[in-house]
Protein backbone atom coordinates (compact mmCIF):
# COMPACT_ATOMS: atom_id res chain seq x y z
CA UNK A 1 0.00 0.00 0.00
CA UNK A 2 1.91 3.23 -0.78
CA UNK A 3 1.92 5.74 1.80
CA UNK A 4 1.85 9.20 2.07
CA UNK A 5 5.58 11.22 1.12
CA UNK A 6 6.83 14.72 0.47
CA UNK A 7 5.09 14.45 -3.00
CA UNK A 8 1.40 14.63 -1.32
CA UNK A 9 2.21 17.65 1.04
CA UNK A 10 -0.99 19.66 -0.15
CA UNK A 11 1.34 23.12 0.36
CA UNK A 12 3.37 22.44 -2.55
CA UNK A 13 3.84 24.69 -5.23
CA UNK A 14 4.71 24.37 -9.05
CA UNK A 15 6.22 27.08 -11.05
CA UNK A 16 3.71 25.62 -13.75
CA UNK A 17 1.26 28.79 -12.20
CA UNK A 18 -1.78 26.75 -14.53
CA UNK A 19 -1.23 23.55 -11.75
CA UNK A 20 -1.60 25.82 -8.61
CA UNK A 21 -5.13 27.63 -9.78
CA UNK A 22 -7.49 26.10 -6.81
CA UNK A 23 -10.01 23.14 -9.09
CA UNK A 24 -7.69 22.58 -11.87
CA UNK A 25 -7.61 18.60 -11.04
CA UNK A 26 -3.77 18.61 -12.67
CA UNK A 27 -1.93 20.27 -9.35
CA UNK A 28 1.78 19.12 -8.41
CA UNK A 29 0.24 16.03 -6.26
CA UNK A 30 -1.32 14.52 -9.04
CA UNK A 31 1.39 14.32 -11.83
CA UNK A 32 -0.85 11.25 -14.41
CA UNK A 33 1.10 9.77 -16.86
CA UNK A 34 -0.09 9.54 -20.86
CA UNK A 35 0.89 9.41 -24.50
CA UNK A 36 0.59 12.27 -26.63
CA UNK A 37 1.56 14.23 -29.68
CA UNK A 38 0.52 17.29 -31.01
CA UNK A 39 -2.85 17.85 -32.51
CA UNK A 40 -3.15 16.41 -35.96
CA UNK A 41 0.58 15.55 -36.10
CA UNK A 42 1.83 12.43 -38.01
CA UNK A 43 5.18 11.96 -35.67
CA UNK A 44 5.58 9.57 -32.97
CA UNK A 45 3.63 9.64 -29.68
CA UNK A 46 5.37 9.89 -27.11
CA UNK A 47 5.22 9.71 -22.93
CA UNK A 48 4.16 12.54 -21.16
CA UNK A 49 3.05 13.99 -17.83
CA UNK A 50 0.01 16.22 -16.85
CA UNK A 51 1.20 19.55 -14.72
CA UNK A 52 -1.86 22.10 -14.96
CA UNK A 53 -2.64 23.08 -18.38
CA UNK A 54 0.51 21.66 -19.97
CA UNK A 55 2.19 18.15 -20.75
CA UNK A 56 5.88 17.68 -19.90
CA UNK A 57 7.61 15.86 -22.83
CA UNK A 58 9.37 12.67 -20.35
CA UNK A 59 11.02 11.52 -23.98
CA UNK A 60 12.65 14.55 -24.32
CA UNK A 61 13.81 15.03 -21.05
CA UNK A 62 14.94 11.71 -20.89
CA UNK A 63 17.70 12.81 -23.96
CA UNK A 64 18.70 15.53 -21.09
CA UNK A 65 19.54 13.35 -18.27
CA UNK A 66 18.31 14.94 -15.89
CA UNK A 67 18.67 12.52 -12.55
CA UNK A 68 20.93 9.21 -11.49
CA UNK A 69 19.62 5.80 -9.92
CA UNK A 70 15.86 3.95 -10.03
CA UNK A 71 14.39 7.99 -11.42
CA UNK A 72 16.57 7.68 -14.53
CA UNK A 73 16.21 4.03 -14.83
CA UNK A 74 12.23 4.98 -15.30
CA UNK A 75 12.66 8.24 -17.33
CA UNK A 76 14.44 6.08 -19.64
CA UNK A 77 11.66 3.61 -20.05
CA UNK A 78 9.47 6.76 -21.01
CA UNK A 79 11.64 6.77 -24.68
CA UNK A 80 8.92 5.00 -26.10
CA UNK A 81 5.18 6.06 -27.23
CA UNK A 82 3.83 3.39 -24.42
CA UNK A 83 3.52 3.02 -20.67
CA UNK A 84 4.28 -0.98 -20.73
CA UNK A 85 7.92 -0.35 -20.25
CA UNK A 86 7.73 2.16 -17.75
CA UNK A 87 4.85 -0.36 -15.86
CA UNK A 88 7.02 -3.46 -16.21
CA UNK A 89 9.90 -1.30 -13.83
CA UNK A 90 7.65 -2.17 -10.39
CA UNK A 91 6.71 -0.03 -7.95
CA UNK A 92 10.01 1.70 -6.27
CA UNK A 93 10.89 3.05 -9.96
CA UNK A 94 7.24 4.75 -10.46
CA UNK A 95 8.04 6.43 -7.08
CA UNK A 96 11.27 7.23 -7.56
CA UNK A 97 9.99 8.75 -10.83
CA UNK A 98 7.33 10.91 -9.21
CA UNK A 99 9.58 11.94 -6.49
CA UNK A 100 11.91 13.51 -9.23
CA UNK A 101 8.97 15.27 -10.61
CA UNK A 102 7.42 16.72 -7.73
CA UNK A 103 11.34 18.33 -6.91
CA UNK A 104 12.17 19.60 -10.59
CA UNK A 105 8.49 20.97 -11.04
CA UNK A 106 8.01 22.63 -7.55
CA UNK A 107 8.45 26.02 -7.34
CA UNK A 108 12.53 27.30 -6.92
CA UNK A 109 13.62 24.00 -8.86
CA UNK A 110 16.99 24.68 -10.30
CA UNK A 111 15.97 22.06 -13.29
CA UNK A 112 13.27 24.37 -13.96
CA UNK A 113 15.50 25.84 -17.43
CA UNK A 114 15.70 22.09 -18.11
CA UNK A 115 12.11 21.79 -18.20
CA UNK A 116 10.60 24.39 -19.04
CA UNK A 117 10.73 24.02 -22.99
CA UNK A 118 9.74 20.89 -22.70
CA UNK A 119 5.92 21.91 -22.18
CA UNK A 120 3.44 21.68 -24.46
CA UNK A 121 -0.50 23.16 -24.43
CA UNK A 122 -2.43 20.44 -23.19
CA UNK A 123 -5.19 21.25 -25.54
CA UNK A 124 -2.82 21.59 -28.11
CA UNK A 125 -1.74 17.70 -28.39
CA UNK A 126 -3.89 14.53 -28.98
CA UNK A 127 -3.60 11.15 -27.31
CA UNK A 128 -3.39 7.47 -28.17
CA UNK A 129 -3.72 4.49 -25.81
CA UNK A 130 -1.93 4.48 -23.08
CA UNK A 131 -0.24 1.27 -22.98
CA UNK A 132 -0.43 -1.86 -25.12
CA UNK A 133 -3.84 -3.71 -23.74
CA UNK A 134 -2.64 -7.70 -24.29
CA UNK A 135 -5.66 -8.44 -22.10
CA UNK A 136 -8.73 -7.21 -20.80
CA UNK A 137 -11.04 -8.26 -18.29
CA UNK A 138 -14.11 -6.79 -16.67
CA UNK A 139 -15.70 -7.10 -13.61
CA UNK A 140 -18.82 -6.01 -11.68
CA UNK A 141 -17.59 -5.20 -8.22
CA UNK A 142 -20.83 -2.99 -7.84
CA UNK A 143 -23.21 -4.62 -5.31
CA UNK A 144 -25.65 -1.86 -6.42
CA UNK A 145 -25.42 -2.24 -10.21
CA UNK A 146 -25.55 -6.07 -9.76
CA UNK A 147 -28.68 -5.89 -7.37
CA UNK A 148 -31.01 -3.56 -9.91
CA UNK A 149 -29.89 -4.89 -12.71
CA UNK A 150 -30.58 -8.46 -10.95
CA UNK A 151 -34.35 -7.48 -9.96
CA UNK A 152 -34.98 -6.88 -13.50
CA UNK A 153 -34.57 -10.33 -14.25
CA UNK A 154 -35.35 -11.91 -11.00
CA UNK A 155 -37.23 -9.66 -8.87
CA UNK A 156 -37.38 -11.99 -5.74
CA UNK A 157 -33.40 -13.09 -6.07
CA UNK A 158 -32.07 -10.32 -7.56
CA UNK A 159 -28.51 -11.01 -6.34
CA UNK A 160 -27.11 -14.24 -7.34
CA UNK A 161 -25.22 -16.43 -4.43
CA UNK A 162 -21.70 -16.42 -5.57
CA UNK A 163 -21.54 -12.72 -5.48
CA UNK A 164 -20.40 -12.11 -2.09
CA UNK A 165 -18.02 -14.63 -2.30
CA UNK A 166 -16.26 -14.17 -5.87
CA UNK A 167 -15.47 -11.00 -7.84
CA UNK A 168 -17.41 -11.79 -10.75
CA UNK A 169 -16.05 -10.73 -13.95
CA UNK A 170 -15.44 -11.79 -18.05
CA UNK A 171 -12.11 -11.90 -20.57
CA UNK A 172 -13.01 -9.00 -22.63
CA UNK A 173 -11.77 -7.70 -25.67
CA UNK A 174 -8.40 -5.40 -25.80
CA UNK A 175 -8.56 -4.65 -29.93
CA UNK A 176 -11.68 -2.56 -29.37
CA UNK A 177 -10.43 -0.63 -26.46
CA UNK A 178 -9.64 3.28 -28.03
CA UNK A 179 -8.98 6.56 -26.58
CA UNK A 180 -11.09 9.01 -25.34
CA UNK A 181 -12.81 10.96 -28.42
CA UNK A 182 -13.16 7.25 -29.81
CA UNK A 183 -15.92 7.31 -32.60
CA UNK A 184 -17.42 4.20 -33.13
CA UNK A 185 -20.57 3.03 -35.66
CA UNK A 186 -23.81 1.41 -33.76
CA UNK A 187 -23.17 -2.56 -33.15
CA UNK A 188 -25.37 -4.83 -35.44
CA UNK A 189 -26.31 -8.17 -34.48
CA UNK A 190 -29.05 -10.76 -33.06
CA UNK A 191 -31.21 -10.19 -31.04
CA UNK A 192 -34.20 -11.87 -29.16
CA UNK A 193 -37.48 -12.92 -31.55
CA UNK A 194 -40.08 -10.89 -31.79
CA UNK A 195 -42.23 -13.83 -31.19
CA UNK A 196 -41.91 -17.18 -29.71
CA UNK A 197 -40.69 -20.09 -32.40
CA UNK A 198 -39.80 -17.16 -34.87
CA UNK A 199 -36.21 -16.46 -35.88
CA UNK A 200 -33.43 -13.77 -34.41
CA UNK A 201 -33.73 -10.50 -35.19
CA UNK A 202 -31.13 -8.71 -37.25
CA UNK A 203 -29.83 -5.43 -37.79
CA UNK A 204 -28.88 -2.57 -35.42
CA UNK A 205 -28.72 -2.12 -32.05
CA UNK A 206 -31.57 -0.67 -30.50
CA UNK A 207 -30.55 -0.48 -27.12
CA UNK A 208 -27.12 0.82 -26.97
CA UNK A 209 -25.54 1.77 -23.34
CA UNK A 210 -22.82 2.95 -21.62
CA UNK A 211 -21.07 1.47 -18.37
CA UNK A 212 -19.29 3.96 -16.39
CA UNK A 213 -16.49 2.30 -14.99
CA UNK A 214 -12.99 3.00 -13.76
CA UNK A 215 -9.85 0.72 -15.85
CA UNK A 216 -7.27 -0.23 -13.78
CA UNK A 217 -3.65 -0.13 -15.29
CA UNK A 218 -1.41 -3.92 -14.18
CA UNK A 219 2.22 -2.76 -13.77
CA UNK A 220 4.45 -5.34 -12.97
CA UNK A 221 2.73 -9.36 -13.72
CA UNK A 222 3.29 -12.22 -12.48
CA UNK A 223 4.76 -15.72 -14.15
CA UNK A 224 2.18 -18.27 -15.09
CA UNK A 225 1.75 -20.46 -11.70
CA UNK A 226 2.35 -17.99 -9.27
CA UNK A 227 -0.60 -16.50 -7.88
CA UNK A 228 -0.40 -12.77 -5.98
CA UNK A 229 -0.36 -12.42 -2.74
CA UNK A 230 -3.41 -10.22 -1.56
CA UNK A 231 -0.24 -7.88 0.55
CA UNK A 232 1.25 -7.45 -2.46
CA UNK A 233 -1.58 -6.70 -5.35
CA UNK A 234 -1.12 -3.30 -4.66
CA UNK A 235 1.99 -2.96 -5.85
CA UNK A 236 1.09 -4.49 -9.25
CA UNK A 237 -1.11 -1.95 -9.92
CA UNK A 238 -0.05 1.19 -12.21
CA UNK A 239 -2.76 3.58 -11.75
CA UNK A 240 -6.21 3.93 -12.82
CA UNK A 241 -8.15 5.56 -15.72
CA UNK A 242 -12.27 6.20 -16.27
CA UNK A 243 -13.25 3.42 -18.58
CA UNK A 244 -16.69 3.20 -20.27
CA UNK A 245 -17.50 -0.18 -21.56
CA UNK A 246 -20.13 0.51 -24.14
CA UNK A 247 -22.98 -2.10 -23.89
CA UNK A 248 -25.61 -3.33 -26.62
CA UNK A 249 -28.54 -4.82 -24.03
CA UNK A 250 -30.67 -6.04 -26.74
CA UNK A 251 -27.46 -8.14 -27.93
CA UNK A 252 -26.53 -9.11 -24.87
CA UNK A 253 -29.99 -10.41 -23.84
CA UNK A 254 -30.31 -12.90 -26.37
CA UNK A 255 -26.66 -14.30 -26.08
CA UNK A 256 -25.48 -14.14 -22.53
CA UNK A 257 -26.63 -17.23 -21.60
CA UNK A 258 -24.40 -19.76 -20.70
CA UNK A 259 -21.03 -18.52 -21.42
CA UNK A 260 -21.46 -14.49 -20.45
CA UNK A 261 -20.75 -11.54 -22.62
CA UNK A 262 -19.40 -11.42 -25.85
CA UNK A 263 -20.60 -9.46 -29.28
CA UNK A 264 -22.47 -6.94 -26.95
CA UNK A 265 -19.33 -5.71 -25.39
CA UNK A 266 -16.58 -6.23 -27.59
CA UNK A 267 -17.13 -3.42 -30.49
CA UNK A 268 -15.90 -0.76 -28.70
CA UNK A 269 -14.58 0.30 -25.24
CA UNK A 270 -13.23 3.41 -24.46
CA UNK A 271 -10.58 4.97 -21.69
CA UNK A 272 -9.29 8.22 -20.49
CA UNK A 273 -5.86 9.37 -22.05
CA UNK A 274 -3.94 9.76 -18.62
CA UNK A 275 -3.52 7.23 -16.09
CA UNK A 276 -3.26 8.17 -12.30
CA UNK A 277 -0.73 6.38 -10.48
CA UNK A 278 -2.09 4.30 -7.52
CA UNK A 279 0.37 6.76 -5.27
CA UNK A 280 -0.97 9.86 -6.39
CA UNK A 281 -4.76 8.39 -5.49
CA UNK A 282 -2.91 7.34 -1.63
CA UNK A 283 -4.87 10.53 0.50
CA UNK A 284 -8.06 9.77 -0.42
CA UNK A 285 -8.24 5.70 0.70
CA UNK A 286 -10.81 4.86 2.68
CA UNK A 287 -12.02 1.57 4.57
CA UNK A 288 -13.47 -1.18 1.94
CA UNK A 289 -16.52 -1.67 3.81
CA UNK A 290 -19.22 -4.62 3.69
CA UNK A 291 -22.45 -4.22 4.95
CA UNK A 292 -23.51 -6.32 8.74
CA UNK A 293 -23.85 -9.30 8.54
CA UNK A 294 -22.79 -9.83 4.87
CA UNK A 295 -20.42 -12.93 5.09
CA UNK A 296 -16.18 -11.81 5.25
CA UNK A 297 -14.36 -12.70 1.96
CA UNK A 298 -11.89 -15.99 1.85
CA UNK A 299 -8.60 -15.60 3.68
CA UNK A 300 -7.16 -15.58 0.29
CA UNK A 301 -9.08 -12.21 -0.53
CA UNK A 302 -8.60 -10.48 2.98
CA UNK A 303 -5.79 -8.68 4.73
CA UNK A 304 -5.55 -5.87 7.60
CA UNK A 305 -4.56 -3.16 4.79
CA UNK A 306 -7.39 -3.79 2.55
CA UNK A 307 -9.88 -3.73 4.83
CA UNK A 308 -8.60 -0.33 6.32
CA UNK A 309 -7.88 1.71 3.47
CA UNK A 310 -8.79 -0.73 0.11
CA UNK A 311 -11.38 1.21 -1.04
CA UNK A 312 -10.91 4.77 -2.84
CA UNK A 313 -13.22 8.13 -2.59
CA UNK A 314 -13.25 8.86 -6.29
CA UNK A 315 -16.28 10.81 -7.59
CA UNK A 316 -17.98 10.19 -11.16
CA UNK A 317 -20.45 11.43 -13.42
CA UNK A 318 -21.74 10.73 -16.39
CA UNK A 319 -22.44 13.52 -18.55
CA UNK A 320 -24.58 13.17 -22.15
CA UNK A 321 -24.51 15.74 -25.09
CA UNK A 322 -26.58 15.36 -28.22
CA UNK A 323 -26.32 16.54 -31.61
CA UNK A 324 -30.08 18.78 -30.89
CA UNK A 325 -27.90 20.13 -27.83
CA UNK A 326 -24.67 20.97 -29.69
CA UNK A 327 -26.57 22.30 -32.27
CA UNK A 328 -28.05 24.89 -29.91
CA UNK A 329 -24.72 25.33 -28.17
CA UNK A 330 -26.03 23.80 -24.71
CA UNK A 331 -23.62 22.50 -22.36
CA UNK A 332 -24.10 18.62 -21.74
CA UNK A 333 -26.51 17.28 -19.44
CA UNK A 334 -25.56 15.28 -15.66
CA UNK A 335 -27.18 12.02 -15.92
CA UNK A 336 -25.89 10.53 -12.94
CA UNK A 337 -22.88 10.97 -10.24
CA UNK A 338 -21.32 8.17 -7.90
CA UNK A 339 -18.41 7.07 -5.80
CA UNK A 340 -16.25 4.57 -6.12
CA UNK A 341 -16.17 3.90 -2.80
CA UNK A 342 -19.11 2.50 -2.92
CA UNK A 343 -17.63 -0.68 -4.37
CA UNK A 344 -17.87 -4.08 -2.97
CA UNK A 345 -14.70 -5.65 -3.90
CA UNK A 346 -11.64 -3.68 -3.96
CA UNK A 347 -8.59 -3.43 -7.01
CA UNK A 348 -6.50 -5.81 -4.68
CA UNK A 349 -9.22 -8.32 -4.42
CA UNK A 350 -9.29 -8.57 -7.97
CA UNK A 351 -5.67 -8.77 -9.06
CA UNK A 352 -5.30 -11.74 -6.03
CA UNK A 353 -8.46 -12.97 -7.06
CA UNK A 354 -7.34 -12.96 -11.20
CA UNK A 355 -3.88 -14.88 -10.20
CA UNK A 356 -5.07 -17.26 -7.52
CA UNK A 357 -5.53 -19.87 -10.27
CA UNK A 358 -1.90 -19.24 -11.43
CA UNK A 359 -3.40 -17.05 -14.29
CA UNK A 360 -0.64 -14.88 -15.76
CA UNK A 361 -0.50 -11.06 -15.79
CA UNK A 362 1.47 -8.72 -18.12
CA UNK A 363 2.28 -5.05 -17.68
CA UNK A 364 -0.66 -3.23 -19.41
CA UNK A 365 -3.37 -5.51 -19.06
CA UNK A 366 -6.70 -3.69 -17.97
CA UNK A 367 -9.18 -4.83 -15.60
CA UNK A 368 -12.90 -2.61 -15.60
CA UNK A 369 -14.74 -2.20 -12.42
CA UNK A 370 -17.63 -3.22 -13.86
CA UNK A 371 -20.45 -0.21 -13.49
CA UNK A 372 -20.13 2.01 -10.80
CA UNK A 373 -23.78 2.82 -9.80
CA UNK A 374 -24.15 3.67 -6.01
CA UNK A 375 -26.85 3.20 -3.51
CA UNK A 376 -29.19 6.50 -3.58
CA UNK A 377 -31.29 7.80 -6.69
CA UNK A 378 -29.14 9.31 -9.08
CA UNK A 379 -26.27 7.18 -8.69
CA UNK A 380 -27.15 4.77 -11.57
CA UNK A 381 -24.21 4.53 -13.93
CA UNK A 382 -25.67 3.00 -16.89
CA UNK A 383 -29.27 3.77 -18.63
CA UNK A 384 -30.09 -0.29 -18.09
CA UNK A 385 -30.80 0.95 -14.55
CA UNK A 386 -31.72 4.52 -15.22
CA UNK A 387 -34.85 4.10 -17.39
CA UNK A 388 -35.53 1.01 -15.93
CA UNK A 389 -34.62 -1.00 -19.44
CA UNK A 390 -35.25 1.70 -21.42
CA UNK A 391 -39.21 1.67 -19.93
CA UNK A 392 -39.14 5.05 -18.41
CA UNK A 393 -36.98 7.53 -20.03
CA UNK A 394 -35.22 9.99 -19.02
CA UNK A 395 -36.10 13.86 -20.25
CA UNK A 396 -32.65 16.40 -21.45
CA UNK A 397 -33.19 19.77 -19.93
CA UNK A 398 -33.31 21.01 -23.50
CA UNK A 399 -36.46 18.50 -24.00
CA UNK A 400 -35.54 15.38 -25.58
CA UNK A 401 -36.15 12.00 -24.23
CA UNK A 402 -33.90 8.87 -24.08
CA UNK A 403 -34.01 5.34 -23.04
CA UNK A 404 -31.46 4.39 -24.94
CA UNK A 405 -28.58 5.95 -26.91
CA UNK A 406 -29.09 7.59 -30.21
CA UNK A 407 -26.80 8.18 -33.36
CA UNK A 408 -24.60 11.15 -32.79
CA UNK A 409 -25.18 11.35 -28.70
CA UNK A 410 -21.96 11.78 -27.02
CA UNK A 411 -21.32 10.38 -23.75
CA UNK A 412 -18.89 12.29 -21.56
CA UNK A 413 -17.19 10.20 -18.24
CA UNK A 414 -15.63 12.30 -15.58
CA UNK A 415 -13.97 11.13 -12.55
CA UNK A 416 -12.21 13.27 -9.80
CA UNK A 417 -11.08 13.04 -5.87
CA UNK A 418 -11.68 15.75 -3.36
CA UNK A 419 -11.39 16.38 0.06
CA UNK A 420 -11.10 19.85 2.26
CA UNK A 421 -7.68 20.71 2.65
CA UNK A 422 -5.94 19.00 -0.57
CA UNK A 423 -5.98 19.70 -3.88
CA UNK A 424 -8.32 18.45 -6.03
CA UNK A 425 -6.99 15.34 -8.36
CA UNK A 426 -8.65 14.73 -11.74
CA UNK A 427 -8.55 11.62 -14.00
CA UNK A 428 -9.86 13.77 -16.89
CA UNK A 429 -12.05 12.84 -19.15
CA UNK A 430 -13.63 9.84 -21.26
CA UNK A 431 -15.81 10.90 -24.07
CA UNK A 432 -16.86 8.53 -26.68
CA UNK A 433 -19.66 9.42 -29.77
CA UNK A 434 -21.77 6.32 -31.36
CA UNK A 435 -22.57 7.17 -35.27
CA UNK A 436 -25.09 5.07 -37.14
CA UNK A 437 -24.83 1.49 -38.30
CA UNK A 438 -22.74 0.85 -40.99
MN1 LIG B 1 -18.95 -3.54 -17.82
Known amino acids: MSQLNETHDPSLQSWVDSANQPGNGFPIQNL ?74 RV ?53 P ?52 LGVFIGQGNPQGQRINIEDAESHIFGLCILNDWSARDVQAWEYQPLGPFLAK ?15 LAPFREALKRPDGDPQPLPYLSSPANTESGAFNVQL ?15 PARLSSSNFRDAYWSIAQLVTHHTVNGCKLQPGDLFGT ?45 AHCSKPGYPTISLGECSGTVLPAV
Not at 267 to 279: G, K, M, N, R, Y
Not at 317 to 331: F, M
Request: net charge negative.
Open 32 to 105: PFGVFREKGGSGAFRIGVAIGDKVLDLSALADRQPWNGAASEALDACRSGRLNGLMALGQAHWSALRLALSRAL
Open 108 to 160: GSALRPVLEPLLLERNAVEHNLPAHIGDYTDFYISVHHATSVGKQFRPDNPLL
Open 162 to 213: NYKWVPIGYHGRASTIGVSGQAFPRPVGQMRPAAEGSPPQFGPCRRLDYELE
Open 266 to 280: NFASTISPWVVTLEA
Open 317 to 331: EVLLSTRESRAKGLE
Open 370 to 414: GTLSGPEEGEQASLLELTGNGQTPITLPWGEQRGFLEDHDEVILR
